[in-house]
C-alpha cells in the first residue's frame, strides 16, 4: 500500500471526464456536497434482463451519475471513490507482471482509494486477497503499477 497526492485539477479531468479509469470496477463511493449521497457499486442482478457476468458496475457506468452529483460551482467538501482492476483482469495482471503463486480466484480486489478532503487529493493503493497470505510480492507489483501509470499521466504532485 502507498499514497500518492494528487494534482486534483488534472486528475478530476481524468476521473470524471475522460475515460482514463472507465474499465475498472466501481466499488463504492461517498461524495459530500450540500447532502452525502453514498453509491455502492454491487450490481442487483435481478434487476436485469440478463444477468451481468461481474458482481460490480465499472466506473463507465456511474462517471456521469458521478460528475452530475460534483459539477457546480462550489467544489464537494469532499470525496471518496473506490475502483478496483475488474477480475477478469487479474490473471493478465499476474502474468503481465511475473507475480507468481497466486490464483486469480483468490483476489479479492486490487484497488485505487480516491480520497479528497476537501483541499487534497490523495490515492491509496491496496489489495484485498480471499485468502491469508504472508507474500507481498502481488501488492508491490500493483503499487509499482499504479504509481507508473500516475506518472504517466502527470497526475502525482
Known sequence: MITLPLKTKACMSHLLLKDTFDGFSFIEGEITTFNKFTIDG???????????????SHWRDVREFCFSIIRGKRTPLNFKIILSLPPEKFEHFLYEHEVSGFN??????????????????TCITGISMKTFTMDKSLEKAWDAQAQKKLLELELVV
Open 42 to 56: 454491487f450490481l442487483h442482478k435481478d434487476f436485469f434482463e440478463e444477468t451481468p457476468e461481474h458482481s460490480h
Open 104 to 121: 486469480p480466484r483468490d483476489i479479492q480486489g486490487m484497488y485505487l482509494n480516491l480520497s479528497y478532503d476537501g483541499m487534497n487529493l
